[in-house]
């Protein structure tokens, strides 16, 4: 067993726990909508939530976050979101809910890129090869690569 340990429970959304460490993730909006949450106190609210393409479930969208999807969008109608991508990272100690958290963000700058090098080509088949196939397949979006680097390493996760 390996994670957070809110990983072990059947959580909806996403949360600080869903990056399993890492300091970013690259991700990319597939969908929006509004969800029926269970807050707290067991009352249900309509929420605004994020799907993204990396990740199997969605996050739960607050103005904080909503604010930086529109600064990187360059757009605050929601049907122009579509197709981002965005940098999730921690925050950590925000006020909440009378105390102290670590929250899920969206950074409000758009996501750079670094270029692929042969060196971090083979560490990722590397990393493929000994099981890591979802964290290699996620770390993809954070480089500039060919197409047949892409369809290579693809090819090695599947």
Known sequence: MKGHWKKQFNYE??????LDGKREVIATISKLAQDKVVGQQGRKEDCFVVHFKEFSKPMILNRTNSKAIEKVSGSGLVEDWRGVQVTL????NVKAFGEQVDALRIRDTK???????D?????????IGEGKGKQVEMAMSKYKMSKDQEKQLLSKIK
């Not at 990272?89 to 950590?92: D, G």
């Open 111 to 117: 996501p750079t890129r670094q270029t692929m090098t």
């Open 119 to 127: 060196e971090i080509f083979n560490q990722m088949e590397f990393a």
């Open 13 to 18: 959304y996403l949360g600080s726990y869903s």
């Open 89 to 92: 990272y921690v925050e950590k």
